[in-house]
């Protein structure tokens, strides 16, 4: 059995750009897909904090130190420059692999700039 796990994200990223009439994806700082393990056109889901929409796209490189996160072609509609976002990547293992693997896990400030880096979510507290 395989089982689908978080294969890395890029938290709270901010918008910087929204192109309704470019072709689809979402253009991605390259520096910043490197730090996450996103390669392109590598599916990626976006969870968008500011509204609640939760779309799937693919990943495009930006241009690396750009500080780009570019929203595009349909899924213009569902962000938009100055939202902060959450870009998931998933895998899939067996559960053999599952049990030891750990995610890349890339924390921005609001300028797109890496602040920390981890492989894992501390448990939350009730």
Do not use: W
Request: glycine share 8%.
């Amino acid at each position: 059995m395989l089982l689908t796990l978080l294969k890395c994200k890029l938290h709270k990223a901010t918008v910087t750009h929204s192109e309704l009439e470019y072709e689809g994806s979402c253009a991605i700082d390259g520096d910043l897909l490197d730090a996450a393990g996103i390669l392109p056109y590598e599916q990626i889901q976006i969870y968008n904090i500011a509204n609640g929409e939760r779309f799937t796209t693919y990943a495009i490189r930006a241009e690396a130190g750009s500080r780009v996160i570019s929203v595009n072609g349909a899924a213009a509609h569902k962000a938009s420059p100055g939202d902060r976002v959450i870009i998931c990547a998933y895998g899939q293992l067996p559960r053999e692999e599952a049990a030891r693997f750990h995610p890349r896990l890339v924390y921005l400030d609001a300028d797109n700039r890496i602040v920390r880096t981890g492989s894992d979510i501390p448990v939350q507290a009730a």
